[in-house]
């Protein structure tokens, strides 16, 4: 079961990222506000949960959720600040959407730049520990494999509406031969 939350007396945001080792697309991140008696069976690192139930529980999340936002980097700046820096500037930009502000930022992974005013706490496989992680988790990448399947409409051949953009073999055989679109991420090492 997920920890509803780190200190009940702060109203906390779970903050994660989706799409950080893809080798096109933005990377997109989220931003969640749970109220603390949120629970869900399904609720897990979006990794572990199946395709079929991140769309069931994106629409509770959405519904239940005192607050969320989702937001990107572009390819273009993670090629000019590296993956890292945009992760971050991407979980910043959802902090900065949210409709509350919180008093507490819980950052999946082991790296975040503070955000202003607002104490964070980083937690490795933190979607595996805290509902509002886990919650972003969700958002974030529902979101960025919705956006990715539609950019599979202008670019069929690289297969992101399976591959999401992530390092495929196919992937990676229609970059060697068809070369990158504008939407790949250029510092990466895609060949």
């Known amino acids: 079961m997920l920890a509803p939350y780190l200190q009940k007396s702060r109203t906390e945001a779970g903050c994660d990222e989706a799409g950080r080792g893809c080798y096109a697309g933005p990377v997109f991140a989220a931003a969640v506000i749970l109220p603390h008696q949120f629970?869900?069976?399904?609720l897990n690192d979006s990794k572990q949960v199946s395709e079929k139930n991140r769309e069931i529980l994106r629409p509770l999340i959405e519904k239940e959720a005192i607050a969320f936002a989702?937001?990107?980097?572009?390819?273009?700046?993670?090629?000019?600040?590296?993956?890292?820096?945009?992760?971050?500037?991407?979980?910043?930009r959802a902090l900065d959407n949210l409709s509350l502000q919180p008093e507490m930022i819980?950052?999946?992974?082991?790296?975040?730049?503070?955000?202003?005013?607002?104490?964070?706490?980083?937690?490795?496989?933190g979607d595996g520990r805290y509902a509002s992680i886990a919650a972003a988790s969700i958002l974030a990448k529902t979101y960025r494999d919705e956006w990715m399947n539609q950019l599979h409409k202008a670019f069929p051949y690289y297969g992101w509406d399976r591959n999401k953009?992530?390092?495929t073999a196919e992937h990676r055989n229609a970059v060697q031969t068809l070369g990158p679109t504008p939407l790949h991420r250029l510092t990466f090492r895609i060949r």
Do not use: W
């Open 106 to 125: 819980l950052v999946d992974g082991n790296r975040f730049r503070p955000y202003p005013f607002v104490p964070h706490q980083c937690f490795v496989k």
């Open 165 to 167: 953009g992530y390092p």
């Open 70 to 92: 989702v937001a990107t980097a572009s390819v273009e700046e993670i090629d000019a600040i590296n993956i890292l820096q945009a992760s971050i500037l991407a979980m910043h």
């Open 39 to 42: 629970r869900h069976p399904l």
